[in-house]
């Protein structure tokens, strides 16, 4: 989040976020971007990404048509979750796991 990256939960106010920190739209934007990027540089590759939870929950918002101030309707996402996505023959993408924490369970 801009100029909190790096500090502490304690070290940030949320309430009174910096002009910097990277909003909802910005989040939409960067996972529309690298989604873009994985169409173009990795056509009909299997890809796994990692990423932060708002991250993939922006990911996720993209992927499943939603708009960016639809972001917060995707259910939090487990720590280690795991989504699985396919883009199919149409180039639509299909929902095939989200949110799995069967590994944990073992």
Known sequence: IGSYTGKLETEVDFNNLPADHEGNER???????FIQ???SEHAGQTVLC???GRL???MLTVLTGLTHDQI???PLLHNTSVNVLELNEQ???ELHLMNCIR???E
């Open 103 to 105: 590994h944990l369970e």
């Open 27 to 33: 989040l939409f934007e960067r996972a529309q971007r």
């Open 91 to 93: 180039q639509q993408w």
């Open 72 to 74: 917060d309707t995707i």
């Open 56 to 58: 993939n929950a922006a």
């Open 37 to 39: 990027f994985l169409q």
């Open 50 to 52: 990692v990423a932060h």
